[in-house]
């Protein structure tokens, strides 16, 4: 059964960071990219960060550019979401999906190409 599960979201004050965790099971991790998409009330869903499978496979949105960093530990079946500098307009609930994704296509984030997504983990960012 493929479960993603995210924790680590709460609230915050603006400036401030959280690090929200996704962990995966029941598929083969490694062979995935996981991305990190956000929604906020009325607002559509935006890719926030994704990395893939190979070295240097990351994208950022350009609204979390410069402030924050995905990474991956394929032996734990984890992706971690370093949020740093955080602002109100950060505020959304976060999900974690899985895809398998070409290495090339990484950047382009097309939301169609993730199968597993997580139940997602509310962020708040108080100002």
């Known amino acids: 059964q493929v479960q993603l599960v995210e924790s680590g979201g709460g609230l915050v004050q603006a400036g401030g960071s959280l690090r929200l965790s996704c962990t995966a099971s029941?598929?083969?991790?490694?062979?995935?990219?996981i991305g990190w998409i956000r929604q906020s009330p009325g607002k559509e869903r935006e890719g926030v960060s994704c990395?893939?499978?190979?070295?240097?496979?990351?994208y950022y949105s350009d609204s979390v550019k410069g402030r924050f960093r995905i990474s991956r530990d394929n032996g734990k079946n984890t992706v971690y979401l370093e949020m740093n500098s955080l602002k109100p307009e950060d505020t959304a609930v976060y999900y974690c999906?899985?895809?398998?994704?070409?290495?090339?296509?990484?950047?382009?984030?097309?939301?169609?190409?993730?199968?597993?997504w997580g139940q997602g983990t509310q962020v708040t960012v108080s100002s």
């Open positions: 999906a899985a895809g398998t994704v070409a290495p090339y296509r990484v950047s382009t984030f097309d939301l169609r190409e993730y199968d597993y």
């Open positions: 029941g598929f083969i991790f490694e062979r995935y990219t």
């Open positions: 990395i893939g499978t190979e070295m240097n496979s990351e």
